[in-house]
C-alpha cells in the first residue's frame, strides 16, 4: 500500500518533506481516501527504510497542515476534509521566486522579461502533462 | 522498564597515546544511533567499553539495566554485536554456526533466520573461507539478528560493502526496529547511511563527544548563509556562526544554531543573504570536526 514512496538522496530538499509531498500527491489523487487508515510511523519508517524520527516529523508536520489527523495510541487516519493547500510548499515557493528574482538581476534581465519567462516554464509544464496524458 | 537501553555518564579511558574523555551518551529504547567519527576517533573503543570487552577507568555505563563491566554476562544474552574483528571460524560453514550458537541463546529463531538466509542471498553449506567480505559481514550479522537481541551493537558494519549488500543490510536494520523494545547502536563513517536511518546521531572526535542530538534537530540547526556585502564592508562576529569562508565581498557563514532571526540580522548589517543552504550529515560533521579543533588549538 505504501511500498512506492521513494525517497531520493540526490533531491536536495529533507527527506521529511519528500515524504510529506508525496502523501499529500497520495491524498490528492484519491489513493488514500478521507478517514482511511495509513500506515503508523514505524510501519512507513520500516518499509522506506528511513529513520522513525523523519517520519514523526512528517506527520507531525501533516497533522499541523490538516492533512491527517493522529489518535494517540490508535494510529493516523487521513483527515475527512484533509487541507491540500500546503503552508510548507508555499514558503518554498516563496523562496523559489527570490532566486528568481536574485539569478534575473544578475543576468541583467527586466522584471517584464523574467516575468515572460517564469510564464513559459509554466507553459511547458502543462504541455508536458497534456502529452503525457495523451500517449 | 528502562527507556534507556544505554547510558554513558563520565566515561574515561587512558592509553599511552588516545585517551577518551568525559563521555556521555544516551541511546533511548526502541531507536537507532549513528555514531560518528574519523579513524582513530574512539568509536572502536566506546563500543568495547559498552561491551565490557575493555574496562574504563572512570565513569558508570549502564546497558540494558545492567552496570558494566560488573555485570556483563548478564547483559550479553540480549546484545548482539558484530564487529569487523570478529571472526568467524574459516574451515566451517554457516549452517555449522547456527548450529552452534541455537543452544547457546534462548530466543534464536530458526525461521528468521532461514528467512535471512535467502534475503542476504547466502549459502548455508558454503565454508567461511569461501566468501566474500560482503557475504562475511552479512553472515555475522544473521548470527547476530536471529538471536533476537534487544540491542544491537554493530561496528562499522556497511564498511565495505557493495551498494546492494549495503542496502540489503540498511533494509534489515530497519525491519528489527519494526519492534519498539529494540534498539540499535551502530558506528560508521559512511555519513550518508546514517543519515538515512538513524533517530539519534553522535559524532566523536579525538576521544570526546563533540555533538549528539536527534538528526531532524541537528538537520535544522546547520546552515549556510551565503551573503553579499557592500563594498568596505567588514562583517562583525555574529552569535551561533562557527565557521566564516567565502571571499571578502561574497562570504559564506556557517551556523550551528540557525534561526530565521539570524536573515534579518544580516540585513540589518547591510548585507544580502543570497541564500540559506541546507547542509548534508557529511557537510555538518567536517564542519563540526574543523571548528572544534581550530578552537583546540586557537
Not at chain 1, 32 to 60: D, F, M, N
Not at chain 2, 46 to 52: A, V
Not at chain 2, 78 to 89: A, H, Q
Not at chain 2, 273 to 287: G, N, P
Request: glycine content about 6%; some cysteine; overall charge negative.
Amino acid at each position: 500500500m505504501h511500498s512506492d514512496i521513494l525517497i531520493s538522496q540526490s533531491d536536495g530538499r529533507p527527506m521529511y518533506l519528500q515524504i510529506m509531498e508525496q502523501i499529500k500527491q497520495r491524498v490528492a489523487v484519491g489513493e488514500w481516501a478521507p478517514g482511511e487508515e495509513i500506515p503508523s510511523i514505524r510501519q512507513l519508517a520500516v518499509s522506506l527504510s528511513v529513520s522513525v524520527i523523519t517520519v514523526k516529523r512528517a506527520y507531525l508536520e501533516l497533522e499541523r497542515e490538516g492533512v491527517i489527523l493522529t489518535q494517540q495510541g490508535k494510529g493516523s487516519i487521513v483527515a475527512p476534509n484533509p487541507n491540500l493547500a500546503p503552508r510548507l510548499f508555499h514558503e518554498e515557493f516563496s523562496e523559489h521566486l527570490e532566486q528568481v528574482a536574485r539569478l534575473g538581476d544578475l543576468l541583467g534581465l527586466s522584471s517584464d522579461e523574467i516575468a515572460h519567462r517564469t510564464k513559459e516554464a509554466s507553459n511547458r509544464l502543462i504541455e508536458a502533462r497534456y502529452t503525457k496524458e495523451t500517449l | 522498564m528502562n527507556h534507556l537501553s544505554v547510558q554513558f555518564k563520565g566515561v574515561s579511558k587512558k592509553y599511552t597515546h588516545f585517551a577518551l574523555e568525559n563521555i556521555d551518551l544516551e541511546l533511548p529504547t526502541g531507536s537507532i544511533m549513528g555514531f560518528i567519527g574519523a579513524n582513530g576517533a574512539g568509536k572502536s573503543t566506546t563500543i568495547r567499553i559498552l561491551m565490557g570487552l575493555v574496562h574504563q577507568d572512570q565513569g558508570s555505563v549502564q546497558v540494558l539495566g545492567h552496570p558494566m563491566p560488573s555485570d556483563q554476562a548478564a547483559a550479553k544474552l540480549d546484545i548482539g554485536f558484530v564487529s569487523e574483528d570478529m571472526r568467524l571460524y574459516g574451515p566451517a560453514t554457516l549452517a555449522w554456526h547456527m548450529d552452534f550458537l541455537r543452544p547457546i541463546y534462548p530466543r534464536w529463531d530458526q525461521s528468521y533466520a532461514d528467512k535471512l538466509v535467502q534475503r542476504f542471498d547466502l549459502k548455508p553449506q558454503q565454508k567461511i573461507k569461501g566468501l566474500s567480505h560482503g557475504q562475511r559481514v552479512k553472515a555475522a550479522l544473521l548470527l547476530a539478528l536471529a538471536r533476537r537481541p534487544r540491542l544491537l551493537v554493530l561496528d562499522e558494519p556497511t564498511t565495505g560493502l557493495d551498494p546492494v549488500a549495503r542496502h540489503e543490510v540498511l533494509q534489515e536494520l530497519m525491519a528489527v526496529l519494526a519492534d519498539e523494545d529494540r534498539t540499535i547502536l551502530f558506528s560508521s563513517h559512511n555519513t550518508l547511511d546514517v543519515e538515512q536511518i538513524s533517530d539519534q546521531i553522535t559524532f566523536i572526535d579525538r576521544g570526546r563527544i563533540i555533538d549528539s542530538d536527534n538528526k531532524e534537530a541537528f538537520l535544522d540547526r546547520w546552515r549556510r548563509l551565503r551573503l553579499l556585502l557592500p563594498p568596505d564592508t567588514v562583517l562583525p562576529r555574529l552569535p551561533g556562526v562557527v565557521e566564516v569562508g567565502g571571499s571578502g565581498r561574497l562570504p559564506v557563514l556557517t551556523t550551528n544554531r540557525f534561526e530565521p532571526a539570524m536573515v534579518s540580522a544580516c540585513n540589518d548589517l547591510g548585507a544580502t543573504v543570497q541564500a540559506v543552504d541546507t547542509m548534508t550529515l557529511e557537510e555538518i560533521f567536517v564542519a563540526n570536526v574543523h571548528c572544534r579543533r581550530e578552537r583546540l588549538t586557537a
